[in-house]
């Protein structure tokens, strides 16, 4: 079962992603993340990768797809996989198109969450993350606190506040968002395979209830 996650920086499609995969077994597949390591090994394709992501700029689609195709040929995506973070172009996603037809397979729902600019802004703010490869877990100072001050809940390590996360480039990745990665919306709407998921900070729902809600909708 493929699952792809779309939605703005922030909306939580790490987290809720993430819950998605332990609940149906499947592997999370994280293009951010995945460029984090890549940066993280500081050589030539990091260095690159590291420019776009630190702008708060979209990674050429070429280098993208290149990455991401290889990564979707692992022999752990077979049973499917959640996919938070790709496609974000639509010549992505017919890319992704593409391989999956070769595959024999294709995207069973892309899940659409929504949330207000500001709202959105607001949470990246408070966002904290493990920065421990094998964990990665996902923090917000409002709704999602560690239970030790700054340290991750599973693993122990010191949080960070990602490079990536300040008010400038928030702002530049949500003008991304609208100009480009939105029109997902629209293709996957003609598809008839989007389902939308409508958030706001105020009723603050539980990345577990989202999680859940998805996974209903995708027993139907
Ligand atoms: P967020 O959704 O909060 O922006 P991600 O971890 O998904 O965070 O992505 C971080 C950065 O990685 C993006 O701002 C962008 O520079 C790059 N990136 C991630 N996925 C893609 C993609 N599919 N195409 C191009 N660039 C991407
Ligand atoms: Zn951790």
Same mark, same amino acid.
């Given at each position: ?51 776009? $992501?630190?702008?708060?700029?979209? $990674?050429? *689609?070429?280098? #993208? ?15 499917? &996989? ?6 974000? #172009? ?18 069973? $729902? ?10 959105? $802004? ?6 904290? #993350?493990?920065?421990?490869?094998? &964990? ?15 340290? &991750?809940?599973? &693993?122990? #390590? ?6 990536? *996360?300040? %008010? ?33 900070? %105020? ?5 577990? *209830? ?11």
């Amino acid at each position: 079962m493929i699952v792809i996650m779309l939605g703005a920086p922030g909306t939580g499609k790490g987290t809720v992603g993430n819950l998605l995969a332990e609940k149906l077994q499947i592997p999370h597949i994280s293009s951010g993340e995945i460029f984090r390591s890549y940066i993280k090994e500081e050589d030539e394709i990091g260095k690159q990768i590291r420019n776009y $992501v630190s702008e708060g700029k979209l $990674v050429p *689609d070429e280098l #993208t797809i290149k990455i991401l195709e290889k990564r979707l040929q692992e022999p752990d995506t077979e049973k499917g &996989c959640i996919l938070d973070g790709y496609p974000r #172009t639509v010549l992505q996603a017919e890319s992704l198109d593409a391989l999956l037809k070769k595959q024999n397979r294709s995207v069973k $729902v892309a899940v659409n969450l929504s949330l207000s600019d500001d709202e959105i $802004v607001e949470r990246i703010g408070k966002r904290r #993350t493990c920065p421990n490869a094998d &964990c990665r877990e996902i923090y917000n100072l409002d709704f999602r606190k560690p239970k030790i001050e700054n340290h &991750c809940d599973k &693993c122990g #390590t010191e949080l960070i506040i990602r490079e990536d *996360d300040n %008010e400038v480039t928030i702002r530049k990745r949500l003008e991304n968002y609208h100009n480009i990665s939105e029109n997902l919306i629209d293709f996957y709407k003609h598809k008839d395979i989007l389902y939308t998921v409508k958030l706001n900070n %105020e009723s603050n729902r539980v990345s577990s *209830d989202i999680a859940k809600e998805i996974e209903e909708y995708l027993k139907k």
